[in-house]
């Protein structure tokens, strides 16, 4: 198998690269379940963390890949689902402190 440029890509970085893209795609089966179980539509903490595991793993992919339009998405995706982590642990200690 070649990519664009005609290079070889190893076995390893596919696997790699679908690794990431499960991961990535887990997160929607979390939120899925969590919206069900409640019977609302909800975003759970896992759904940040398999957002970031998945899209580092592609990040880290598509930049071995050489592939600047996917390395730019990934890379924004990235920063926004650490934004939401950050606010959701920021949130929970403010909540610690003013509850102690």
């Known amino acids: ?18 690794l990431g893209q499960a991961l990535f795609s887990a997160r929607f089966l979390v939120q899925w379940i969590a919206s069900e179980r409640k019977k609302e539509s909800v975003i759970p903490i896992y759904f940040w963390y398999f957002s970031v595991g998945g899209g580092l793993t592609l990040l880290i ?25 950050f606010l959701i642990w920021r949130k929970r200690e403010l909540a610690a402190t003013q509850g102690a």
Not at 1 to 18: R, T
Not at 62 to 85: E, H, K, M, S, T
């Open 1 to 18: 198998m070649n990519d664009p440029c005609g290079q070889p890509i190893g076995w390893i970085l596919v696997v790699f690269g679908l």
């Open 61 to 85: 992919y598509a930049i071995l890949r050489l592939d600047p339009v996917f390395i730019v998405g990934q890379a924004a995706g990235l920063f926004v689902y650490c934004r939401n982590l």
